[in-house]
Nanobody
Framework: QVQLVESGGGFVQAGGSLRLSCAASGRIVSTYIMGWYRQAPGKQRELVASISRGGTTTYADSVKGRFTISRDNAKNTVYLQMNSLKPEDTAVYYC?????WGQGTQVTVSS
């Protein structure tokens, strides 16, 4: 049974930074595409960033240049470094690999 456990969310002022972590158990992250999604109140869940098995990354236009997704295969962990945060980045952030979601971690950015 695969599990994804996120951590690193919190409260930050606009312009600040946070790093989210997603630790996987039961599957080796290097063998899967993985991603970070987010869902703000009243909005649909949207893809923020993804990283392929080969390390190719993709980003939503709204976070390009500010967020970086990376993977540490030795730790079986995926990260999302978020810089220059904006109030519109406020959401619950979810880690994903095919067929599995994490429980989510809240990110709140104040203006």
């Amino acid at each position: 049974q695969v599990q994804l456990v996120e951590s690193g969310g919190g409260f930050v002022q606009a312009g600040g930074s946070l790093r989210l972590s997603c630790a996987a158990s039961g599957r080796i992250v290097s063998t899967y595409i993985m991603g970070w999604y987010r869902q703000a109140p009243g909005k649909q869940r949207e893809l923020v960033a993804s990283i392929s098995r080969g390390g190719t990354t993709t980003y939503a236009d709204s976070v390009k240049g500010r967020f970086t997704i990376s993977r540490d295969n030795a730790k079986n962990t995926v990260y999302l470094q978020m810089n220059s945060l904006k109030p519109e980045d406020t959401a619950v952030y979810y880690c994903w690999l095919p067929g599995t979601w994490g429980q989510g971690t809240q990110v709140t950015v104040s203006s």
